[in-house]
């Protein structure tokens, strides 16, 4: 059994518009169109979340490499291994 969406009261020319954008974007008919854009507005939110949490582990890792850099550093300027000369 398929779940079925009405979407009633939208301007003929709207609707002529969304066939065109469907079209223009490779799609073979407007209600194939709108069950991609429904299902992308769908997952919207989960998406950015993921990009959220994404982002949040990037900086733990900038903060982890600049750290180590850091140290690396301090431990060669100890060990004497950087001369300028």
Not at 23 to 31: E, I, M, P, V
């Amino acid at each position: 059994m398929s779940n079925v969406i009405y979407i009633r009261g939208i301007a003929k020319s709207k609707k002529e518009k969304l066939k065109e954008l469907a079209r223009l974007n490779g799609f073979k008919s407007l209600n194939q169109y709108l069950k991609y854009v429904l299902s992308e507005l769908a997952e919207e939110k989960e998406v950015k979340e993921y990009q959220r949490i994404h982002i949040k582990h990037e900086q733990i890792l900038v903060d982890a490499l600049e750290r180590n850099t850091e140290i690396i550093t301090d431990i060669v300027t100890m060990v004497g291994g950087e001369d300028d000369e």
